[in-house]
């Protein structure tokens, strides 16, 4: 630095002595003192919560201290050399530091910046991933107790009236039951998978009402993926909904229509709606498909109560 700020130092040794040592003793202190003042700053500002605000305060903050440094060093080596050294040469060396230190600080400061921009989206990203992991977990966990209360629900009813339909019941219901302890950990199944467990769960239902429930599958060369049970509690939804009688058969039909299965039924409400369902149904399944697809699901009621599930192809 002594060459590039002091052309006459190399006619002279002790100069070059002196400012070299001044150049030595400023950059010791401007690299340890803005290194010092850039940690005491984050312990005070976040990258991360105000990342602007962290920029402008430690810019201003360096410049300032850079600025007052320089000339603290300076009076003193004028001080203990009895020496000159603002009037001369040494004062190119004073602007020259602060430009540099200014360089330095800006891509010091933007670098930190970058990196606490990324770390914040990371760490957004992570604890996004985990809270939907834990959301859907939830979700999931919420199936299986509501599925098995309706179920045992309509056994208790049935012993009274036919004991060989109930010991049928009770055997299906535990073929049914395997798919929903086989399917708890899984995000989706295939919906060839589901279509099968469907109609094991739809002969239970048949034994309780017969002619009375009415479905009409067509899904034949659908390939898609489903949240586990989602037919199920949309079937289980209409028949828990709707008066289901001789003169009133509930209808309900499943089908492809562009991107969505389309579960449907005739509409024909009850006066008085059950109280002993935990009350999940279609808020839960909406919920699931928010992290299974980017579509929504589509409720329409007019004369007919219509829930569209967006498809998800199959990842294989």
Not at 223 to 237: F, G, I
Not at 257 to 269: D, G, P, R, T
């Amino acid at each position: 630095m002594p060459v590039f700020v002091c052309t006459s130092c190399l006619d002279s040794f002790a100069k070059y002595t002196r400012v070299g040592s001044l150049n030595a003793v400023m950059w010791i202190a401007l690299w340890m003192g803005n290194a010092y003042l850039g940690k005491w700053i984050d312990t005070k500002i976040s990258w991360i919560e105000r990342p602007f605000t962290r920029f402008i305060i430690g810019m201003i903050s360096m410049t300032a201290y850079t600025i007052g440094i320089i000339y603290i060093i300076i009076k003193a080596f004028e001080w203990v050399l009895n020496l000159k050294l603002l009037g001369d040469s040494l004062t190119d060396t004073f602007q020259i530091a602060i430009v540099i230190t200014f360089i330095i600080s800006f891509f010091m400061h933007s670098r930190a910046f970058l990196m606490g921009w990324k770390q914040a989206i990371i760490n957004s990203e992570v604890l996004k991933k985990e809270s939907i992991a834990a959301k859907y977990e939830s979700l999931k966990n919420q199936v299986n107790p509501h599925f098995l209360f309706n179920s045992f629900n309509a056994l208790s009813n049935l012993v009274y009236e036919d004991q060989d339909k109930a010991v049928s019941f009770i055997k299906q219901l535990s073929e049914v039951y395997r798919y929903v302890l086989d399917t708890r950990d899984k995000e989706v199944v295939n919906l060839e998978e589901e279509k099968k467990f469907l109609n094991s769960y739809l002969y239970l239902q048949q034994i309780r009402f017969g002619d009375k429930l009415k479905l009409q599958v067509d899904l034949n060369g659908v390939k898609s993926m489903v949240a586990p049970l989602v037919l199920q509690m949309l079937v289980e939804n209409a028949i828990k909904h709707n008066i289901i009688s001789e003169e009133n058969p509930l209808t309900i039909r499943i089908y492809q229509e562009n991107n969505f299965i389309v579960v449907e039924n005739n509409l024909q409400k009850k006066t008085v709606m059950s109280e002993d369902s935990p009350g999940i149904g279609l808020d839960n399944i909406q919920k699931r498909y928010e992290f299974l697809s980017d579509k929504k699901v589509e409720i329409i009621q007019n004369d007919l109560f219509t829930v569209k599930l967006p498809i998800i192809p199959d990842s294989k």
